[in-house]
Every structure is written in C-alpha cells, then in structure tokens.
C-alpha cells in the first residue's frame, strides 16, 4: 500500500528555514533604462504558494524503501519486491524508463539491449545479474569496497510506479525541502518566471524585477536565478544565473566556470553546509546575470555574415535533432529583418526554440546558447561554445 511523503519510511526530515542573508550592492550603474514594475500575473507570494501546493500533491503517494538486490526479481515487464517491502511499496512495480535505466546501470547491463529482449529472457538476465552482478574498476577487478552498497538498493517510487533505483549511498534532497531551504533566502522582490515538475526533475526560475535593461527599444531583459533539482538521481542541485527575456519569455543560462553556481550532488548531504552555499550561489546569480546583460546589449551589434553555416556547425556540435535546428531556422526568419543576421537573433532564436522541449532538454539548450552569447559565433576552426560541464545534454537533441 501506497505510504504518503510525510510518513514514507527513510523521509529525511524537514530542515530548519534559515534567516534571510542580505544580499550584496551589484557591481553596475542602474542600467540604461530605470526599473519598471514587472507583473507575470500573480504576487510573489501567490506564484510561490502555487509552486509550493504543486511540490506537495507531486509528494502525494510517493515511498521509498530499500532492498536486497538479490531478493528482487522481474515478471512480465515488472520489477517484483520481496514480501518484507510490503509494509512501505506495492510489491509489483512498473518502472518509468528512467528507472529501467538505473535498474541497468546497478546490474551492468547496457539499458538498450535489456529493453530489447523479450520478457522471458528479460526475466533470465535480472535474475542472473541480481545475483552475479559486481562492481569492477576499470581494469575489470572486482572493487570490494562496493559491493556492500551495490547489495542494497534505495528504490524510489509513487504508487505502483517505480521511479528510481539509487545505491544506499544516495543522500535524499527532496523538492520540498529545497523549497523549504530557498524560500526564507529570496525576498518579495523575485517573482516566478517559470517552473516545472516531472517525474524526474523539478525547475524553478526567480526573476527580479528591478534588475533590468532594453536591449533594444521595448525589449527588456531581466536578471534571475534558475534553481533545479532530480529526486531520482538524474541530475544534481544546481544554481545558475539568468537572464529573461520579457517579450517572448525566453530564458538564457550562464553557466559560470563550466560548471554554475552550485552543484549539490546527492551525496554526503550536509544541511546547514547546504543552506550557506545555497545562500551565497543566490547572491552571485544576480551579481553575474547582471553583468551578463551588458554583454548581451554587444550582442545586437555582433554580425554572423553566414547565418546558414553558424547553425549548420552548431547543429552538429550539440547534436540537435532535425526538428529543433528546423525550429531554430524559423524562429530566426521571424526576427525582425535587420536584425537577422546578429548574434542577438541567433541567439534568441535558440532560446525560444527551447521553450517546446522538456524542462531537462530546455534547460540544456538555454545553457547552450548562454555559451553562444559569451563566446561569440561559432568558428569551422575550433569549437568554443560546446556543451558546459552539466549534467546531462540537450535530449532535445538527438542522441
């Protein structure tokens, strides 16, 4: 039987709000063009109490629980519990493709192929590997200080949905106690630009409205803060600085250093750690999305004579699919027509274009295009805006 999130067995507890750091004076002149009041709709407070209602009936139904791997086992396409689970999780799951992944990746199979077998041989290799499976460097030797912790895995569900199969190394950082850990350290001047929650990931996107610049006439930009996070292991906390663009809502990404703000594994989590480095990555995103916006004012000044080979080449170095560099190409022909062949464009038609992917695959390109506006168009001779040190690249794109 399902067990609720506040009572799943393992649930960390909710960590204590800290008090609100004041942030630091920005390092710029107010801007060429003063503040405006800035409205998505909603009040802070009712765009975040909305985030909030919707991290909390995503919490519904979920549990964790942790098992043997040995005692599992794989009928008709499920993943079945040992009778002892019965009191936290159902006993026969059906796991999410990403769970299928990770169910792989613990036993060392290649995900692809164990999809491809057909169920009576999908059942022979979970049951071989549950048993056989051991961790290996990379020279193929046994790693015995493993194999305790590859015995037991932390699975992770919602209903009789599997949604993840971790190492009982994986330190639980759920969204609502990243909420519970933000919420104190932003003040009523950030509003929701944007938020999302999958099954695998949560996005949440401040903006403050007095942190702003015309581009051009009539197109504000506006400095934010992008927040994410994975309940499942698929991609850290992170912190990264914005820009947000108010006409057409697009998002752009600076990814400082290659890596952002913060990176918080799910790992030797330490809570009040945690709090102050969350604190301190809040502050520089203003402070470098700031500063990003007069690099992205040169943008409209910057030509890309070959537009037609600029995304030819960055097609191919970000593996996008066809259907996004096609998306790319008509959101391009739609910018204004003395305007077409700058970075700004460019750059913009990428953004938006990101705006019909996942949240995952968004984010990735947005990141992506961040690199573009810092480094410039792209050269045939070298390849200086290739993917940033995240933790995963655009889906959006094809494999």
Not at 274 to 298: H, K, N, T
Request: charged share 25%.
């Amino acid at each position: 039987m399902p067990v609720e999130t506040a009572s799943r067995p393992g649930a960390p507890e909710a960590l204590p709000s800290p008090a609100s750091p004041s942030l630091p004076a920005l390092p710029f002149d107010p801007l060429a063009s003063p503040p405006v009041q800035f409205d998505l709709g909603f009040s802070r407070s009712q765009e975040l109490e909305h985030v909030r209602e919707r991290v909390e009936v995503d919490d519904r139904g979920k549990w964790d629980t942790v098992a043997l791997r040995q005692e599992l086992s794989w009928r008709g396409g499920r993943l079945v519990l040992p009778d002892a689970c019965a009191a936290a999780a159902p006993l026969c799951l059906c796991p999410s493709p990403w769970a299928t992944s990770q169910l792989c990746q613990q036993l060392g199979m290649p995900a692809r192929y164990f999809r491809a077998c057909p169920p009576h041989l999908q059942e022979a290799q979970f049951a071989h590997w549950a048993i056989h499976a051991m961790p290996r460097d990379e020279d193929g030797l046994i790693r015995h200080d493993l194999l305790a912790e590859r015995e037991h895995w932390l699975l992770r569900g919602k209903g009789g949905a599997l949604r993840g199969v971790l190492s009982a190394r994986y330190a639980r950082l759920d969204n609502r106690q990243l909420l519970e850990c933000l919420l104190p350290l932003v003040d009523e001047r950030f509003q929701v630009s944007w938020h999302a929650i999958t099954p695998e990931s949560f996005h949440l996107r401040l903006v403050d409205p007095a942190l702003s610049q015309d581009v051009l006439p009539g197109d504000r930009l506006l400095v934010g803060l992008h927040v994410a996070n994975s309940e499942v292991g698929k991609r850290s906390v992170s912190v990264d600085a914005i820009v947000f663009r108010l006409l057409c809502s697009n998002g752009l990404i600076r990814v400082v250093g290659g890596k952002g703000l913060l990176r918080q594994r799910h790992v030797s989590f330490d809570p009040p750690r945690f709090r102050e480095r969350l604190s301190r990555a809040i502050s520089r995103a203003l402070v470098e999305g700031a500063a990003f916006l007069s690099r992205l004012v040169g943008t409209t000044r910057v030509p890309v004579p070959d537009v037609e080979g600029a995304l030819l080449l960055l097609g191919e170095r970000w593996h996008l699919s066809l259907r996004t560099r096609q998306m790319i190409k008509v959101n391009l022909l739609a910018m204004p027509a003395g305007q077409q062949e700058t970075l700004w464009s460019l750059v913009n038609s990428i953004t938006q274009s990101a705006q019909t992917l996942p949240p995952d695959e968004r984010y990735a390109l947005e990141a992506l295009a961040g690199g573009l506006a810092e480094h410039g168009p792209p050269k045939a001779d070298h390849k200086p805006n290739g993917p940033p040190k995240a933790d995963h690249k655009p889906k959006g794109a094809a494999p």
